[in-house]
Structure formats: structure tokens, C-alpha cells
């Protein structure tokens, strides 16, 4: 932001990564939720974990080396004659937990608003309207 604007953060791979995110949340997410819903365990935990799973999938599943034969990343060998390394496993590890991160926080704001909501729908009015 501070040496690229917006332009930088609305163009090229951050607006595909927003796009594919919007989807995969609303495509993989809702049902989860109904499905945890249906269950009757829809809490911090189960939504902290499934934001997590949610956000890891996707990569996990992309991250087969395929016909790579090899990658460096640094000075590090990540994959060698066309399967990883043990660093390159241990990368890919950090890599796709850094996405866990990010679906686990996405999931603990679910909760947050689902609670809100909640409450706000059992006391019979909105939070956001101030009684008078």
C-alpha cells in the first residue's frame, strides 16, 4: 500500500486471490456451517477449525508437485526429481498453515457475528437499533 496504492492491492493476483477466497468461503463454507448447524455444534471451536480445513484444502490439493521435476526457493531444494524434499515438505507444511491462520481467523469472525446475531434475535431486537 504505501509504495504501490490501491492499484497494486485491485489488480493482477490480489484481486484473483479475493475472488477465488469470496467463492471458495461461500461455496465451501455455507455448507459447513448448515452442516454443523444441523448437528447442533456450531461453537468457537468447530468454526475456528472448519475456517481452517476450509482455507487449507484448496492449497494442500494444488500444492502436488506434478510435473515439476525441480524447485529452489532460496537456497533451498524444495522438490528433487520430481517429488519434495524434506525441507520442501517442511515448507510446504509452513506454507499451507500460514492459510490455516488466515481460515481459522475467518472462522472465529464467523463466530463472532453468528453470536451476535443470535443474541441479537433472542432478545427480540436489533443490537445495532438503540431502544428509546
Known sequence: LMEGGYGEILSGISAWAVLVS???GVALGLPVYWFLRVKEIVNVF???VGGAIISMLPWALLSHPGSTTKSIVGQTVIIENGAYTAEGMIYQIKFIA?????GALSGL???LIVRSVVTSKGTGRSKA???L
Open 46 to 48: 468447530s468454526l475456528v
Open 129 to 131: 437499533a438503540p431502544v
Open 98 to 102: 500460514q492459510f490455516g491462520l488466515c
Open 109 to 111: 469472525v464467523f463466530w
Open 22 to 24: 469470496i467463492v471458495l
